[in-house]
């Protein structure tokens, strides 16, 4: 089962149900996201995803501050996350891609757009293409959620220290 709760500035968080087949087992889970705890940085610090607000300013790579337009949030429970391995989240360990990038343990879609580049590039893959290698793995949880949001326009955005991708 996945449930959707959308952040409109009209509305309140509400729980809306997506429908969805049971996944066949070699699916690739096709939505990025950021797991619970995972810290965007704002306007007014660091602030945890599941907080993100629809209008709280965001900080991108480059240092403008950009209005959340949208937020919502999946929740994957284990009957979908046996069928579809695929949408397992992905943790990397801290320093993985130089000291401080993550400043922390960070949790997110398989999916989810980086900067995995060691030092100062820039190179942006999806996080299902570090599972396995030194300081990124997949998590076991019997359950996931993803918080999801995005500025209105493609942007690269500053979460646990590492340039992340919000595209609309």
């Given at each position: 089962m996945i449930v959707n709760q959308s952040?409109?500035?009209?509305?309140?968080?509400?729980?809306?149900?997506v429908p969805a087949s049971r996944p066949s087992?070699?699916?690739?889970?096709?939505?990025?996201?950021?797991?619970?705890?995972?810290?965007?940085?704002?306007?007014?610090?660091?602030?945890?995803?599941?907080?993100?607000?629809?209008?709280?300013?965001?900080?991108?790579?480059?240092?403008?501050?950009?209005?959340?337009?949208?937020?919502?949030?999946?929740?994957?429970?284990a009957d979908f996350l046996s069928g579809c391995p695929d949408a397992r989240a992905i943790t990397i360990e801290p320093n993985t891609f130089g000291p401080g990038r993550p400043s922390q343990p960070l949790t997110v879609s398989p999916q989810q757009r980086l900067n995995a580049a060691i030092g100062h590039g820039t190179y942006i893959r999806p996080a299902r293409d570090l599972s396995g290698n030194p300081g990124a793995g997949r998590n076991t949880d019997a359950q996931q959620s993803y918080y999801l949001f995005h500025v209105?326009?493609?942007?690269?955005?500053?979460?646990?220290?590492?340039?992340?991708?919000?595209?609309?």
């Open positions: 952040m409109r500035p009209e509305r309140a968080l509400r729980a809306r149900p087992g070699s699916e690739l889970w096709p939505l990025p996201g950021l797991c619970w705890n995972a810290r965007v940085t704002t306007s007014f610090g660091e602030l945890p995803v599941q907080g993100l607000r629809v209008r709280d300013l965001v900080k991108t790579s480059t240092g403008q501050f950009l209005p959340v337009k949208w937020v919502d949030q999946i929740h994957l429970d209105g326009e493609p942007a690269l955005v500053y979460v646990e220290g590492v340039l992340i991708s919000t595209t609309p």
